[in-house]
Each structure stands twice: as structure tokens, then as C-alpha cells.
């Protein structure tokens, strides 16, 4: 008698009428989101004052540094959404974490500043880029219907990583010292993510015999899928990118990491100047996970009732209420104020900034056309704190860049306003495409 393979395994536990395969899809996506973390700032951010003790760079270095790579990350990522679509998920998984893997090993090896970069530049364009833009890309495949709780609970993984990887690398660094650290992560990546994927990622549910109609399968019922998931067809980037609403949700997505972006890297600053002390500060930046985090999770149920770019209007609302806030007010009642407005705005767009794409032009060019946002993302993020900074030192004063900012929120409404789901010429052919 011979042995299940874990295919065929895999094949009988995806055609099971009491289980929907899709449910470990959404596990390995959050695991991404959560194997991310060597590419992600919170994480590098742990490691910044022992090479400047170890190697006397300044900090001023380091930063710099770092912003080159992440803003030549962006540029780059396209790349890897063209072979999303060319390839699929599972096989670009599994090269993006042997990759990230071996740059943990990189990083452990640090003796100069060359080094470094290469270093950061492969961990932002593998971990903070490739390994967030491969499960948002998977998981539209795999849920319709529950796609907005699907995003929401994808989230968990990013959550998770932010909040106890800092505390638990301290540790370690002080520990067993930082350079293995980063070879723990290597061995994890080999050991724990990589196997994973290649025994349980599909691309797709056509893959395991079955088709997006599974999310709804029961064991009395066909699988025919209602007729208000069978209306949008997949458009090409070309097709994407001749359409209003395309810019208009991609200033949108941009808007938000280009401001919190900014706001974050000058905010003990900004407080301070506010009459808030540098701990009070602390105190508030944390406050911003913690709304955020309930909100990510709400705000499934929010998007499966309320239209994709009037969610988005509402992002652009809430953050230029929290900056009107910031602007007039000084002291502690009004940043807690500022500080639940932008939380919400952050929880919103997490699940949103998900959902629009394959909402608005299908799964079939999803890795081309969310790349190319995501691209835009990165950018806005790094040149983020830059007006500010320039604001600041000619005036002395943040406000300036604060009333620049609020103009840009404004725009946003309007932009989101205006961009409501684009109708494709011609109806999409292909069964397999369906979305709410």
C-alpha cells in the first residue's frame, strides 16, 4: 500500500464540504506579513545603535543610507509583480524567502558601510516589499465574498511582528549578540516559512480542483456562485492605467504612508513643541497601534457594506481632521484626539488598501498593477519626512508643512470622490474570476 503524498492529501482536505482550503491560504498569507520583519523598519530600527557603537558610523549615515535603499527598493518592485503574474505566488514565494534568508545571512556579516547598503536594500525590496505584495496578490484569489474579514485577519501577522519582534530582538541582541540574531532568522526562513509554502501554497483554487465558488460551497448546495460575484472582469495594467479611478485610488494609497510617514519620524519633535514631553510622546506613538489594531479588524465588516472609494474618502477625512487637530492644539487632550484619528485612518486603509485593487480591476494582473502602487507607496513613505524637515528648519515651525498636508487630504476626498469602479469595455470570459 503506498503512502499519501501530502498532494493528495492537500487535494482531499481542499474538496472536503466541512472545510474551505482558503482558511490556510489566509494562515500563510499573515505568516508573509509576519516573515516580512527583516525588511521592515520597526525591526531594523533594533540593530541602528550597535553599528553605530561597533562601527562609529552616525546616525545621520545609517539614515541615509537606508532611505536610498528603501526609495531604490521602490523603484524596483514592479519587477517582481511581473513575475507574480508570469510565475504565480507559491513559486515567487519561495525564491523571494530563500533570497530574504540568505540576506539575514548578509546582514549577520556586516563590516562596512557597502555592505550595509546592499544589505538594506535586499531586506526592504525582499521583506518589506515582495513578501507584503505576494499575499495581497494571493489571497483575492481565494476569498470574494469574505474578502474584507479576510483582509482584516491577514493583518494579525504584520500586527504581531511590530509588536513583539523589537522587545524580543533587544533581548536577543543582548543575549546571544546582534549577528546571530540575523542567522536566527536565516534558520527560521529554512526551517519554519519555506517548507510551509512549498507543502501547502496554491495559487489558486482551480489547483486543488476547485473554483472561487468554494467559499461558498455547502454540502447541500451546487457550486454556482451568486450573480453580484461574476460582474468584474480582470484588466490588464495598460487597460488599469487609462482609467480616473486607477490615479485616484493611487493618490489615495499614497496619501497616508507619505503622512504618517513624516509625521512619525519628526513626532517627538512636533509634540514637544506642543508642550507634550518626548515620553508623553512614546506614549502616543504606541496609542496609534493600539486604535489601530480594533480598527484594522472592524473595518472588514465596514468594506463589505460601505463602496470602496467612499472608504477611501473617509481615510483622507479622518487624517485631515487629526492634522486640523494637531495644528490648532497644544497640549495632551488634543493629541489623543489627533492621535484615535489617525489610528482609525491607519486600521481603514491596512484592509482597504487591500481590497481596491482586486476589487476595482480583478485577480488575473493583480502582481503588475498592485506593484506599481506599491511602488508609489514606498516612494511617497520616503520622501515623507522631508517637507517637514525643510519647513522646520526655515521657520522654526511645523505648520506650515501641517497646512500643506491638510491641503493634500482635501485632495484626496476629491480624488476618492471622483473614482468610483471603473466598467470594462468588454465582460470577462473566464469562470474563475470573481469578486464583490
Given amino acids: 500500500m503506498s503512502t499519501p503524498t501530502h498532494s493528495g492529501l492537500i487535494s482531499r482536505l481542499a474538496r472536503s464540504n466541512r472545510f ?63 513575475q507574480i503574474d508570469r510565475f504565480g505566488q507559491k513559486a515567487v514565494s519561495l525564491v523571494v524567502a530563500a533570497l530574504l534568508g540568505l540576506t539575514c545571512i548578509w546582514l549577520s556579516l556586516v563590516n562596512g558601510l557597502p555592505m550595509l547598503f546592499l544589505g538594506f536594500l535586499a531586506s526592504r525590496y525582499l521583506g518589506q516589499g515582495s513578501m507584503t505584495l505576494l499575499p ?9 465574498h469574505r474578502r474584507p474579514l479576510a483582509f482584516s485577519l491577514m493583518s494579525v501577522g504584520g500586527v504581531i511582528g511590530s ?16 549577528r546571530m540574531v540575523w542567522r536566527l532568522w536565516a534558520i527560521a526562513f529554512g526551517v519554519v516559512f519555506i517548507p510551509l509554502v512549498a ?12 473554483t472561487t465558488a468554494g467559499e461558498y460551497r455547502q454540502k447541500s448546495s451546487s457550486d454556482a456562485v451568486p ?24 493618490y489615495s494609497q499614497l496619501l497616508l504612508p507619505l503622512i504618517v510617514t513624516g509625521l512619525t519620524f519628526h513626532f517627538i519633535s512636533i509634540m514637544k513643541i506642543r508642550s507634550i514631553s518626548p515620553d508623553q510622546a512614546a506614549y502616543l506613538i504606541s496609542l496609534l497601534a493600539v486604535v489601530s489594531f480594533p480598527t484594522t479588524l472592524f473595518a472588514g ?56 485593487w482586486p476589487n476595482y480591476f480583478g485577480t488575473r494582473y493583480l502582481g503588475s498593477i498592485r506593484s506599481l502602487a506599491m511602488s508609489a507607496t514606498v516612494l511617497g513613505s520616503a520622501f515623507g519626512p522631508i517637507p517637514l524637515g525643510l519647513t522646520f528648519d ?27 469602479r471603473p466598467i470594462h469595455a468588454e465582460r470577462f470570459k473566464n469562470d474563475d474570476e470573481y469578486i464583490d
Fill in 20 to 82: 474551505y482550503y482558503g482558511w490556510i491560504i489566509l494562515v500563510l498569507s499573515s505568516l508573509s506579513y509576519f516573515f516580512s520583519a527583516p525588511g521592515q523598519t520597526y525591526f531594523t530600527s533594533t540593530f541602528i545603535d550597535i553599528y553605530i557603537q561597533e562601527f562609529g558610523w552616525t546616525r545621520s549615515t545609517i539614515s541615509g543610507i537606508y532611505s536610498l535603499a528603501t526609495m531604490t527598493s521602490g523603484l524596483l518592485l514592479f519587477w517582481v509583480g511581473r
Fill in 136 to 144: 495581497a496578490t494571493l489571497l483575492p484569489n481565494w476569498f470574494a
Fill in 163 to 178: 509588536s513583539f519582534l523589537p522587545p524580543l530582538n533587544r533581548y536577543l541582541i543582548d543575549t546571544i549578540g546582534w
Fill in 199 to 210: 507543502i501547502f501554497m496554491r495559487n489558486h483554487p482551480r489547483e486543488v480542483g476547485l
Fill in 227 to 250: 450573480a453580484k460575484f461574476q460582474d468584474v472582469p480582470s484588466w490588464t495594467l495598460k487597460e488599469a492605467i487609462r482609467t480616473r479611478a486607477y490615479w485616484g485610488m493611487l
Fill in 301 to 356: 465588516w465596514i468594506l463589505s457594506k460601505v463602496q470602496i472609494h467612499h472608504t477611501a474618502m473617509a481615510i483622507s477625512l479622518f487624517m485631515g481632521l487629526a492634522l486640523t487637530v494637531l495644528l490648532l492644539t497644544d497640549g495632551l487632550p488634543g493629541a489623543l484626539v489627533f492621535t484615535i484619528l489617525l489610528g482609525s485612518a491607519m486600521g481603514l486603509q491596512t484592509v482597504w488598501g487591500g481590497l481596491v
Fill in 394 to 420: 526655515l521657520t522654526g515651525s511645523y505648520n506650515s508643512a501641517l497646512i500643506g498636508m491638510i491641503g493634500l487630504t482635501v485632495l484626496g476626498i476629491a480624488a476618492a470622490a471622483g473614482s468610483p
